[in-house]
């Protein structure tokens, strides 16, 4: 039976009304095979001190024993890629699981991970994640989806599958998907270790010039361009608080809408870091058969930037500087590919 150790890396940023639901989800599971891992980013809110004394809460009131855990206390905010690559680092775990703060867990979350990667071609693992639904310092569960998985587009657009809406079992089928949701994903340490880069003695897993945003789209397809498959399992389940996104938003509207909902960092990061994963992870063959939808929607995309969003005329920039860097862990990712333009083609809607 397996019955692998599994890390439960959970990174917090000023966490407030998440901290207690998130944490006391991890703590309640019935799988007990599991460490946590804690990765504070420098919250200076107190984040530390109530970590401890919800987990001494939790071992006053539960007859289980407390997971192993360990906290570090980042004296910066290292963003997303760089703390969670810090974690993966730092935990020991076959399996490792990326905790985002506003995210709780169903109680056999991890127990149901483990089970599914008894296949050893699976290299990441996508919940059923629900919308969490948050009004002043309440948290409640919603039957509204957040996220089955990723879907890339030819026009190279992601998507969250079924995001906003109402869960009807529309996607209560076990299935192989392009890649899984930053939010809430479970990766085998294998694919992790087969897929770092290394760059200048530096080991990423996620890549640190992304800093947040757009990392797990380019982890997952290079997970497919290396051969490890993505699946999507709806008995596994976890809710989530979505900030942006209320739908999948496949026409131009729609995007539109869902942009003005963003912040203006994530904006300047999701235009960079697109461009970033494209440049890393493109074949041109297949992109030359998609130019017809790709092009148009990048021609918009530049546009719509340079004379609607001023703020994020400094990611041009900053992508031109980080253009190079991107070049060189392209051409690590394209010696070592096993996967042709035309076998991935097939995820390309």
Known sequence: MFNPLISVNLLLYKPKFYLAPCLNSILAQSYDNFELLIIDNNSDDGTVERIKEIIEEAKKKSQKAVPPYKIIANKENRGFAAAHNQGINASRGELVALVNQDVVLDEDFIKRSGEVFNNEKIGSLQAKILRL??????????????????????????????????????????????????????????????????????????????????????????????????????????????TSGDSEARNYFAIVKERLKIGQFSKYLSFKNQRLTQIKNEQFGLLLRHLIYWLPKEIASWIYVILFEHYTWNAIKELFKQAPRARQKRKIIMARKKISGKEIEKWFK
């Open 133 to 242: 639904k948050l009004e002043g310092a309440n948290i409640s569960k919603t039957d509204i989806i957040d996220t089955a998985g990723l879907i890339i587009l030819k026009n190279r657009r992601i998507i969250a599958r079924g995001q906003g809406q109402q869960d009807k079992g529309q996607f209560d089928k076990t299935e192989e998907i392009f890649g899984v949701d930053g939010a809430l994903p479970i990766y085998r340490r294998e694919a992790l270790e087969d897929t770092k880069i290394v760059i200048d003695g530096k080991e990423e897993y996620l890549d640190e010039d992304f800093y947040m945003y757009k990392e797990d789209v380019d982890l997952a397809w290079r997970l497919s361009l290396f051969g490890w498959k993505s699946y999507y399992v709806p008995t596994i389940i976890a809710w989530h608080a979505r």
